[in-house]
């Protein structure tokens, strides 16, 4: 049976959120600059959406690039915008067609008049799909969201508009950039590395992770398979004991 057939048989995830960390070191492997690691990480970025279309995934959430990423060299930085803002003018078509929804979630302010109109575009031209929901993390951070967040609901209290005794979770996580997406349900991160980067604090506090040593640029839908077995073999307890669980279902 091959690896699509049996994730098709378990429980999917509605929500993957994806780290996609390896390029620059890929680059270095094969003696490359850092910037040619960015541009082969394209493909494995068209291979999880892809895949997760097909499988009926309903939101898949790629960090693209953080609020840290800010501080890497200029040269880099100019050439993952440029990359960023090609490749999505580039597969912006094959979106609409296939009724996938682009969203963004990050400090997008940070970015230059020109880069910002581009990326919207994007956003504006797939609003109206209902199929799979692809977001991508600019310029973004946990820390960052949570305060923003903060900041929204002091300025309502501060109007009257909101007392403190109304704050709920919920409510709370209604003022994050991810408002109106579930939480993760999975989140993979690719390179080896065993930590989440200041990536969605708040929405993967019961998230399953899956670290793989595969480099972002040598990622592909066998993988996205593979780590989704891994969680459809994971029990999910939420704080409950294994019998509880089982009694549920």
């Known amino acids: 049976m091959s690896l699509i057939e049996q994730v098709k048989q378990g429980r999917l995830p509605r929500h993957i959120a994806i780290i996609m960390d390896g390029n620059g070191r890929w680059a270095q492997m094969q003696g490359q600059e850092r910037t040619f690691g960015h541009s082969q990480g394209v493909t494995p970025v068209r291979e999880v ?63 230059s008049p020109d880069i910002y109109r581009d990326l919207m575009e994007g956003v504006h031209r797939t609003a109206g799909n209902s199929g799979l929901t692809v977001q991508i993390a600019l310029s ?66 019961y998230t399953e992770l899956y670290f793989t ?16 077995l891994d969680y459809q073999h994971r029990e999910r307890r939420f704080g409950k004991t294994s019998a509880q669980v089982q009694q549920n279902f």
């Open 140 to 205: 973004y951070s946990g820390r960052w969201d949570i305060m923003q967040a903060v900041r929204h609901i002091a300025g309502q209290v501060r109007d009257g508009a909101l007392s403190p005794a109304e704050l709920t979770e919920d409510l709370f996580a209604r003022h994050l950039a991810t408002a109106g997406v579930p939480d993760p349900e999975l989140l993979i991160r690719t390179s080896g590395e065993v930590r989440i980067s200041n990536f969605l604090l708040w929405q993967c506090a």
């Open 49 to 111: 959406i892809e895949g997760s279309a097909e499988l009926g995934i309903s939101y898949l959430t790629l960090y693209a690039f953080s609020t840290e990423n800010w501080s890497r060299p200029r040269k880099e930085i100019d050439a993952l915008m440029s990359l960023l803002v090609s490749t999505l003018n580039t597969e912006l078509s094959t979106m609409v067609e296939n009724n996938i929804r682009l969203r963004l979630i990050g400090d997008l302010e940070r970015f």
């Open 213 to 228: 040593p595969t480099l972002w640029p040598d990622f592909r839908r066998d993988d996205l398979y593979r780590a989704i």
